[in-house]
């Protein structure tokens, strides 16, 4: 994480069409950052009990991930700060379609594939159908 770069911010001015005056606009350059997010670390900046959080690995400010992994999880994090990539990314109504990678213990039942086809119920409530499928373990 220490190469990475931060662009300065750019001031521009433009006439505000409902008013007589010029306004002046902040653009902040667009972050993105990948992240391969390790085992036990939240998906967040902040734990109000202590745990490993993204702040423990990455140094810049103001970029919030575009979705989540479980604590008990690792793999890619993608971060921005700019809210209508992150809301493109992470809103449903987008129908963003992902693809996840996932390794399991031992190997799962066709039932246990198709309820995934069918939507899960979590806690915060049913997820959408998904496709399901064993795939060979990489080399």
Known sequence: MTNLQHKKTKSKQYHDKNSANFVKHTI??????????????LSQFTDQIGRQT???????TN?????????????????????????KLTQPNNKMKKIYYVQVEGIPE?????????????????????????VAEPD
Do not use: W
């Open 28 to 41: 902040s350059s667009r972050k993105i950052l990948l992240f391969n997010k390790p085992f036990d670390v």
């Open 54 to 60: 993204l702040k423990n690995y990455i140094p810049i």
């Open 63 to 87: 970029v919030y991930a575009t979705g989540r992994l479980d604590r008990d999880s690792e793999g890619l994090l993608i971060l921005t700060n700019d809210g209508k990539l992150q809301a």
């Open 110 to 134: 066709s039932t246990s594939l198709q309820k995934f086809c069918h939507g899960l119920l979590l806690k915060d409530g049913m997820t959408k159908p998904a496709k399901a499928e064993l």
